[in-house]
């Protein structure tokens, strides 16, 4: 959550995080309107003590949302619709806070909602909830930022570095191939991707083959973030990383004959 200069912790001060609104202050002209077919995208939910929503898929339609006692407009294709979704979906309860002032005809009155709490976690201090998508945190509010169908968005509970002044690093798994014939090897690796998408290998992630919640198979990635997998029987599995302190992977398809 940074403001204008980078500093993340002011920022969660002022209510000005990256899940807020553009902290620059921009009089931007445009408006978000909803799209006449809402962005379909994969979501996750992160938080602290592990993941609060697995990976689904939703559209992102067009919602109200409460916020500081007032019923606030919220665009399609948005990080806050899709999140809505997500959590609707699963019956998780969420807060969100409004710094300007929303209401519910006009999506662009909705551009500084700020979600405080998903679940029972709350924000606290210089941590608190934030979104990436495909990897990389926009900068932009969850209510005034578009989402484009097959993008993967993840909300995670930031807990900030205070080295790096960025949030835990999201991982993401690039196996070698997506099918193949039983019992071939399949070479796979993980990287582990900061605020701004830099990418560095992870080493000690758990890289699993999953049936549905059925764990097939698993090793532990090298130094270079590289695993190796025997590939099961016929059939469909996920092929998912997960790592200490770390933001889960989104499941890869991988398909075996």
């Known amino acids: 959550a940074f403001d204008a200069a980078g500093n993340r912790a002011e920022a969660f001060r002022r209510g000005e995080n990256r899940t807020v609104f553009d902290v620059l202050g921009r009089n931007r002209e445009h408006e978000v309107r909803a799209a006449a077919a809402p962005a379909r995208v994969d979501v996750m939910v992160v938080g602290r003590k592990g993941v609060i929503v697995e990976p689904v898929t939703v559209r992102a339609r ?21 999140l809505v979704a997500a959590l609707g979906r699963e019956k998780v309860r969420y807060a969100v806070r409004d710094y300007g002032s929303c209401n519910r005809r006009r999506a662009g009155s909705s551009r500084q909602l700020f979600v405080t709490r ?15 998508v495909d990897d990389l945190a926009p900068g932009r509010g969850a209510a005034d930022s578009r989402l484009r169908s097959r993008d ?19 991982l993401r798994v690039v196996p070698a ?30 890289v ?50």
């Open 118 to 132: 998903i679940a029972r976690e709350r924000n606290s201090g210089q941590d608190g909830w934030v979104y990436k």
């Open 152 to 170: 993967r968005m993840v909300w995670l509970y930031c807990e900030q570095d205070l080295e790096t002044g960025g949030c835990q690093r999201s």
């Open 62 to 82: 067009a919602t109200v949302v409460r916020a500081s006692g007032r019923r606030c407009a919220v665009a399609a294709s948005t990080p806050l619709a899709a």
């Open 208 to 257: 699993t083959l999953k049936s549905g919640r059925t764990e097939i198979t698993s090793a532990m990635s090298a130094a270079d973030g590289s695993a190796l997998l025997t590939l099961p029987g016929a059939g469909r599995y996920d092929l998912a990383a997960t790592a200490t302190g770390l933001v889960p992977s989104f499941p890869v398809r991988i398909r075996t004959k």
């Open 177 to 206: 191939k997506k099918s193949g014939l039983a019992g071939e090897s399949l070479t796979v690796r993980v990287f582990g991707y900061n605020d701004k998408r830099a990418r560095r290998p992870v080493p000690a992630a758990r």
